[in-house]
């Protein structure tokens, strides 16, 4: 393949259970878009490729990699209406325009969904990819064999297991090595705060603790004797 075309290629990603913002944020391009509403995240880029020469893809193309929990109705799960302040009339509100499978406010105007039989924000089977995060969390995990330490942000309902997973992009062997919290061997099974590692960041904050000042707890990781493949 021409490298110059991989830019047009979508992000690759790993299907989680949950994600954090900052893995929703990198994928925020035409060819890659990905948004969450109400704690759920949801890949829409098929959905734009379809209909990529329509003009009702720009809202979406601009709020790629965002939440966009407000443009929709907390109750019903439906687009937001208002009242058009030149008309007197119920519209929906688009704060970046009319998009995708929004009904046209003109009798005349083109209100297909094309090969959708409903539209892509009720259409969770098709385009919902997991959960968004109620709250993250981060962790240093320091590599005993090495020394070296990384700090990373993970979902707070994820367990050690899932944590290990995003892991291995920093270290592929990650499996290879026992997981230990204060010297005691961590349920792979359970979240942090299960295995005993609290959330003591609303703490912090109550307390007016400057976050670069937060205590972030550590794991340490220890040195199996069968390498695991990578």
């Not at 193309?61 to 407000?70: E, H, L, N, P, V």
């Not at 208002?82 to 929906?92: A, C, P, S």
């Amino acid at each position: 393949m021409d490298e110059s075309l991989k830019q047009y290629l979508p992000k690759d990603y790993k299907r989680r259970a949950y994600y954090t913002p900052y893995d929703v944020s990198v994928h925020n391009t035409a060819n890659d878009l990905w948004v969450s509403f109400f704690g759920k995240v949801w890949d829409l880029t098929q959905l734009v490729q379809e209909n990529i020469s329509s003009k009702l893809c720009e809202p979406l193309i601009k709020i790629a990699g965002s939440d966009i929990s407000y443009w929709f109705d907390k109750q019903t799960g439906e687009p937001r209406k208002q009242v058009d302040i030149n008309t007197g009339l119920i519209t929906y509100y688009c704060p970046q325009g009319r998009y995708l499978h929004i009904p046209s406010s003109d009798p005349c105007g083109d209100d297909e969904l094309g090969n959708h039989t409903k539209p892509w924000w009720s259409n969770e089977q098709q385009y919902c990819i997991g959960n968004l995060s109620h709250k993250t969390r981060k962790i240093k995990i320091i590599n005993m064999l090495t020394d070296h330490e990384d700090i990373i942000e993970v979902p707070s309902e994820e367990t050690i297991n899932e944590i290990l997973d995003r892991y291995k992009k920093i270290n592929a062997h990650a499996a290879s090595y026992t997981w230990k919290r204060l010297g005691k061997p961590l349920d792979m099974e359970l979240t942090l705060s299960a295995n005993g590692i609290p959330d003591e960041t609303d703490e912090f904050e109550q307390l007016g603790v400057p976050e670069s000042q937060w205590y972030i707890p550590a794991i340490h990781l220890y040195f199996n004797d069968d390498l695991t493949v990578a």
